[in-house]
């Protein structure tokens, strides 16, 4: 099994990485602000604006250390991907599939129906940990809206009405979100989802954590061979990693959604961390950011049992075994694409 | 597992100067200095054989020596530090 390694976070505006005998070397205006070997990295992500040396791209893309630039707010700039490497019998394998509606829908819905389930069980598990606290009928309801769509999910076989379902059960999915905020309700609430920019706290944090969490994935696809940027659900489009979008659909309430509720209910996170800037937008500052990293590579290695495997391993490593399983099924090792179901 | 490697390398002439470059420059690939001629390599059995061997074909046997301690999985109540230089925790979280 693959070890889970280190992740490199560069916050500091006006730093330039560069490569120094297998060591990636972080250098600011008064020098070297420190250096760490290649061998134990796993991805790096720079905040900063400075960049980085082509050598040092190219000996992460070689050694299949993904690389991710971000604004300084955090948003999703750039991913350095090297000269295409994995198995061309897949990738090709991959288009074709890609191509087919049919085919591509008989995947997508995999997907869809591992994120309609694992939305379902987080509504479901604020109702059994907080039944007292929380508006139980409306969970309640949602979650069974859900389950049924994962059922009629499953059966569909055009894309088109995928999205529908799909969009029908996100909707009523974060209708209900706010319930599960139980703590600082006050300064911490959902009514909508927000993005470009976020408007509110609770879709700053979401935001940032689903750019993360989509650098993981697509990076997990390349280093199994796969092409993140063609996608079964998500159609091609320049630029975008469709592919990594897909299988994140399944991970985001998971990873993502329960992860940003514990920060707030466990007051891990304060008002305080957030900026608020002129055009509306609500961003976290520095000490947020900090904060929200360093719990965020804290549960990347927490143990788990993966449901489908049955085999240990950290929570950072479900990217990559499920990029595996959608290998093995494009390879017709597995009949179907196992989603990653969470209870 | 963590590591630690230290070494002992005869600079009275030319070559020892060389090959103490060298086997720094190895170490330095895959750990972090702790202090002058001390390593901590967070390295898999693997990896650790692939060291060895290299760092092994770069030093004279007559002259220098080499030292490998092996803390394990569980190593971070066996480092007490004192004084400067702090390193960083391999598996930590790496911000800077």
């Known amino acids: ?343 | 597992m963590l590591v630690l490697i230290t070494y002992d390398v005869n600079t009275t002439d030319g070559e020892g100067k060389k090959r103490l470059r060298q086997v720094a420059k190895q170490c330095v690939r895959h750990g972090q200095r702790v202090q002058c001629s001390v390593f901590e390599c967070l390295l898999d059995p693997g990896q650790c054989k692939a060291l060895q061997a290299a760092l092994c074909r770069i030093i004279n046997m007559e002259k220098d020596s080499l030292r490998f301690y092996y803390l394990g999985d569980h190593y971070q109540t066996k480092i007490k530090h004192f004084g400067v230089k702090a390193g960083y925790e391999p598996e930590g979280v790496l911000i800077m």
């Not at chain 1, 190219?58 to 299949?64: H, I, L, N, Q």
């Not at chain 1, 319930?179 to 408007?199: A, G, H």
């Not at chain 1, 466990?266 to 900026?275: A, G, H, M, S």
């Not at chain 1, 549960?299 to 499920?322: A, C, D, F, N, S």
Request: net charge positive; with cysteine.
């Open chain 1, 1 to 343: 099994m693959k070890r889970l390694l280190n992740t490199l976070f560069v916050l500091s505006e006006d730093s330039y990485l560069a490569l120094e005998n297998e060591n990636i070397v972080i250098w600011g205006e008064e020098g070297k602000r420190g250096q760490f070997p290649l061998l134990g990295l796993e991805s790096v992500f720079s905040f900063s604006y400075k960049g980085a040396s082509p050598a040092l791209l190219g000996a992460c893309t070689k050694r299949g250390i993904g690389f991710t630039f971000l604004t300084p707010n955090g948003r999703f700039l750039a991913r350095a991907c090297g000269a295409a490497q994995g198995n061309v019998l897949l990738r090709k394998t991959q288009y074709r599939i890609s191509d087919d509606p049919n085919q591509s829908c008989f995947a997508a819905r995999c997907f869809i129906f591992g994120k309609l389930y694992n939305s379902r069980w987080c509504l479901e598990r604020t109702v059994r940990d907080h039944g007292l606290r929380v508006n139980v009928e409306a969970l309640k309801r949602s979650a069974s809206f859900l389950s049924a769509t994962a059922a009629e999910a499953l059966k569909e076989t055009n894309l088109d009405t995928l999205r529908g379902w799909e969009g029908q059960a996100a909707t009523e999915y974060f209708r209900v979100f706010n319930e599960m905020i139980l703590n600082q309700k006050k300064d911490f609430f959902f009514t909508v989802r927000s993005r470009r920019p976020p408007l509110d706290c609770v879709n700053a944090m979401l935001s940032f954590g689903y750019s993360l969490l989509a650098s993981d994935c697509a990076a997990a696809l390349e280093s199994v061979g796969l092409d993140s940027y063609v996608g079964f659900l998500h159609r091609d489009r320049p630029g975008r990693e469709s592919l990594a979008l897909d299988l994140m659909e399944e991970l985001r309430s998971v990873f993502v959604d329960r992860f940003v509720i514990t920060l707030i209910n466990t007051k891990q996170i304060l008002p305080k961390q957030f900026d608020k800037m002129e055009d509306g937008a609500v961003l976290l500052n520095d000490v947020g950011r900090k904060t929200f990293l360093n719990v965020w590579q804290t549960r990347k290695r927490e143990q788990i049992t993966h449901p489908y495997l049955q085999e240990k391993m950290q929570w950072g490593l479900v990217p990559y075994v499920q990029a595996l399983l959608l290998a093995r099924w494009l390879r017709g090792d597995l009949d179907a694409y196992p989603p990653f179901l969470w209870k």
